[in-house]
Nanobody, 123 residues
Framework: VQLQASGGGLVQAGGSLRLSCAVS????????VGWFRQAPGEERELVAA????????YISSSVKGRFTISRDNAQNTVYLQANGLKPEDTAVYYCAADPGSSIRYRAYEYDYWGQGTLVTVSS
């Protein structure tokens, strides 16, 4: 499985970005795709995740009400729509895939990773 993340950039507080994660390589109908972020000196944390089937999803309490996760099956792409961005959202954002049977929350549980995309939110 290969993942390609894109869409990061510099935005002012209150602004929006849409991150994209293009997934390819094998059948992943039973996978979870997650968006993690890692700020300098911090651990990598799960921001949002969804089963590729769409049956379930997860949004971290730190971004609930501001971020949403969605997918486009035809494009094999998972999106993270980030609205109402805050300076504390500044981080490198990664997408990852996990072939496990349910949504998991730890970075080490995800087998496949894309390169990160940097999100910088200025105050």
């Amino acid at each position: 499985v290969q993942l390609q993340a894109s869409g990061g950039g510099l935005v002012q507080a209150g602004g929006s970005l849409r991150l994209s994660c293009a997934v390819s390589g094998r059948t992943f109908s039973r996978y979870t795709v997650g968006w993690f972020r890692q700020a300098p000196g911090e651990e990598r944390e799960l921001v949002a995740a969804m089963r590729w089937s769409g049956v379930s999803s997860y949004i971290s309490s730190s971004v609930k009400g501001r971020f949403t996760i969605s997918r486009d099956n035809a494009q094999n792409t998972v999106y993270l729509q980030a609205n109402g961005l805050k300076p504390e959202d500044t981080a490198v954002y990664y997408c990852a895939a996990d072939p496990g049977s349910s949504i998991r929350y730890r970075a080490y549980e995800y087998d496949y990773w894309g390169q990160g995309t940097l999100v910088t939110v200025s105050s």
